[in-house]
């Protein structure tokens, strides 16, 4: 299953989907870089990236270079990487 596929399956609100949309280039990118883009309110955006943790659907990781701002990028799904309980969702 792709993750496409998976996003279709998951009952996503629209701010998510464009959170999603931004992130689809596979580039680590700030909240500040996400509300720039997406020119949605800062409250709408963390709601999106909130959702979108709880579904797997992206990572948080440390920003090396501004350890005062975490980095969001796409969660690649691959079919090694599934386990069976992701398989059944």
């Known amino acids: 299953m792709s993750t ?9 609100p629209p701010s998510a989907k464009v959170v999603l949309s931004i992130l689809e280039d596979g580039k680590a990118k700030t909240f500040k870089d996400m509300t720039d883009e997406a020119e949605i309110a800062p409250r709408t955006i963390r709601y999106a990236l909130k959702r ?10 440390f920003n090396f270079r501004d350890a005062r701002q975490v980095l969001y990028q796409k969660n690649t799904i691959t079919k090694s990487d599934k386990t069976p309980e992701m398989a059944s969702t």
């Open 52 to 61: 979108l943790k709880e579904s797997g659907l992206i990572i948080e990781k």
């Open 4 to 12: 496409v596929n998976s996003v279709n399956k998951i009952r996503l």
